[in-house]
């Protein structure tokens, strides 16, 4: 009698699923790859444009004029601080380049706003008014509802962890962070920012500064102030409106 065959193995078998996974990733990271690519290009072709002197006078005399007219602010009488019910804002970096003294700049770095665009929550003060009137042209600022908080924690929120920015996801990552502070969900952070919560401070710092797009039509690129038609300073209930444009 014939010895009976060995069965044939079984075909190793991969759902589609993660086939398609498979292929989204691979498309992604060449695109990756030819973002940094282009984008090392750009650094390269900027790094070997040279500036003619007339522009390195324009840029200075910018400066020092920016200089004198931030101290031209500081000594403007300055606003009350927002009501026990309004002590949350929220700032927005629109502006501020070659034109800023480092001064500015430095005020601007103190709050983390490193780039055009970016955002960030603070406790409104007299300390923090002060700071915002003397970098007036290049920020815009208001009163967030709780809708507002909710809608950037959930969809810009982003951490640090081991110097690796994560987007704000997992209420794992929160509580491993946060707490100590009784702290355990992104849901605990929206609340402690929307109320100004006495862990206010550690909760901003654990969130990395905002990522926000391009508002396009929403600002008129005009350094005025808000109330006199411009784009930038306090817009008090105004800045929701900016907020879910730039979401």
């Known amino acids: ?20 996974k ?40 910018d400066k020092e004029l920016d200089l004198i007219q931030m101290k031209s602010r500081g000594k403007r009488g300055r606003r009350a601080p927002a009501a026990a019910e309004s002590n949350l804002l929220f700032v927005i970096r629109i502006g501020g380049k070659n034109d800023m003294h480092a001064k500015t700049r430095k005020m601007l770095y103190s709050l983390r706003l490193r780039k055009i665009f970016s955002g960030v929550f603070v406790k409104a003060s007299e300390g923090m008014m002060e700071i915002l009137q003397k970098v007036e042209p290049y920020v815009t600022y208001g009163y967030p ?58 909760v901003t710092s654990f969130l990395c500064p905002f990522t926000l797009n391009n508002p396009e039509k929403a600002l008129r690129g005009k350094k005025k102030r808000f109330e006199d038609g411009g784009d930038s300073g306090n817009r008090e209930d105004h800045i929701n409106e900016l907020i879910s444009k730039m979401n």
């Open 145 to 202: 509802n709780f809708k507002s908080v909710k809608d950037l924690i959930y969809k810009k929120g982003v951490v640090k962890i081991d110097k690796e920015r994560v987007p704000l996801t997992d209420n794992n990552i929160v509580e491993q962070e946060l707490g100590q502070h009784n702290i355990i969900c992104i849901e605990d952070i929206v609340n402690e920012i929307a109320n100004v919560g006495k862990h206010f401070k550690a």
């Open 22 to 61: 498979r292929k989204n990733n691979e498309q992604w990271a060449i695109r990756r790859k030819l973002q940094a690519e282009e984008r090392a290009k750009r650094l390269k072709s900027e790094s070997l444009f040279i500036k003619k002197p007339e522009q390195f006078i324009r840029e200075y005399r």
């Open 1 to 20: 009698m014939a010895a009976e065959e060995a069965p044939a193995a079984a075909l190793n078998y991969i759902p589609e699923v993660v086939l398609k």
